[in-house]
């Protein structure tokens, strides 16, 4: 088995990135899914500090020790056998402690206190829990004294359910903790292909001067995911598949498509630059709500050759429900980079394959001179998958070899596969790199608050058509790609989802 680094050796485990983490939440599910996993790792990799502690914070009565077990089975339960390091992991499990508390009661939070009692450390608070106790937290973690000019805190999103319930609760948590120690999460943000993504952009000429109206035609962003709701049919009904997956993560990615460059790397120019695009964001209106955007719900189909029941028809459902569990739309960007270039978003559950992508449609040249029949092949595509299998992609045109093909033209691409281009490098989960910029004190691969609210005032004006036009989600079979609709709103402007090539 690999062994880790010690983190005396490491350029990032120092003193200076150790902190104390008060995880609020500890036993839920993203805690053991994901942020376990993602400490264990910094930690296995030399990157978290010696001194560093972590404190687990939840509801249930438990002890230290069974606390500990419960992550140490988590980390076997999530972790290849290949990276469960038994060095690491006792050191790792070393670093937990337990307390019980109640997250809406001041009572208990003096525990906090005593436990950060004469500490070195800058303290870093992770909310794993719902957006409406945000603010009771942060509050019982000021009257408590826990808090000094040092501790940061993250949330996760969903930031409320519209705009104004998302200044609510940043309002809660603007009242404890200045702008500058506040980190929203959108763990794509975190993604290896997501950070390629900038790099890609900025640091090669081919794309940067290629990067407008004047040579790309259209752009697709997909996030689609194979499972239904996963038992969250409470949560999920009250949010739909606009409020889940649109506001964030579809958006934080067209911010960073269609970003102009920003002044430098620092935070705060990278994140006025996706605030720009925001703002420049087309409002559907009149016609265009129903033209533009396409809203549905899966009935019964078959995932895997297995049946699997509708939405409707999934535990606890509502079956008068009108929840969107797909959305599909045209947008445009209404600034000078990109008049008149369309940005076509899908989102679903219950989709053929779990996918997240990215595909770049450039112009066709503009005399074609190869055979007629080819002309809808013949411009070049980059393709920038999120997942399952992080890489890029970008579709050239070669000649097809053989005496009797003449010029016919194929299509193929020049591939780059993270997991084939560094096999002896493991791509971090996006919670291990979020997880280390808050450790080191930076930004950028976070969300500001006006992010939030401009990406909300889009979506309420979106959500207020639907409820005024009282039009419920057309259906479509549990394994396919969404409704037909979705299909023929590419399709009238003579296009088509990358998949149908």
Known sequence: MSQSRDASTSPLGNPNHAIDLALFGALGDLALRKLFPALYHLDREGLMPESTRIMGLARQEHDATTFRQEVEAALHKRLKADEQDKVSLKRFLGRLDYRQLNFTSAKGFETIKAWREGAPRPMVVYLSVGAKIYGDICHNLQASGSLDDETRVIVEKPIGSDLVSSQQINDAIGAVFPESRIYRIDHYLGKETVQNLIALRFA???????????????????????????????????????????????????????????????????????????????????????????????????????????????????????????????????????????????????????????????????????????????ANKLIIRLQPEEGIALQVLTKDSGLHKGMRLRPGPLHLDFNSAFPKSRIPDAYERLLLEVMKGQQYLFVRRDEVEYAWRWCDQLIEGWQNRDTPPRRYPAGSWGPVASIAMITQDGRSWYEDY
């Open 204 to 378: 090669n000429p081919l794309f940067g001067t290629q990067w407008n109206q004047n040579h790309i035609s259209h752009v697709e962003i997909t996030v689609a995911e194979k499972v239904g709701i996963e038992g969250r049919w409470g949560y999920f009904d009250d949010a739909g598949q606009l409020r889940d997956m649109v506001q964030n993560h579809l958006l934080q990615l067209l911010c960073l498509i269609a970003m102009d460059p920003p002044s430098n790397l620092d935070a705060d120019a990278i994140r006025d630059e996706k605030v720009k695009v925001l703002k420049a964001l087309k409002p559907f209106t009149g016609d265009a709500l129903g033209r533009d955007v396409v809203r549905g719900q899966y009935i019964a189909g078959t995932t895997d050759g297995q049946p699997v029941p509708g939405y409707l028809e999934e535990d606890d459902a509502n079956t008068q429900s009108q929840t969107e569990t797909f959305v599909a739309m045209k947008t445009e960007v209404s600034n000078w980079r990109w008049a008149g270039v369309p940005f076509y978003l899908r989102t679903g559950k219950r989709m053929p394959e779990k996918l997240s992508q990215i595909v770049i449609h450039f112009r066709q040249q503009p005399h074609y001179i190869f055979d007629p029949d080819q002309r809808g092949i013949a």
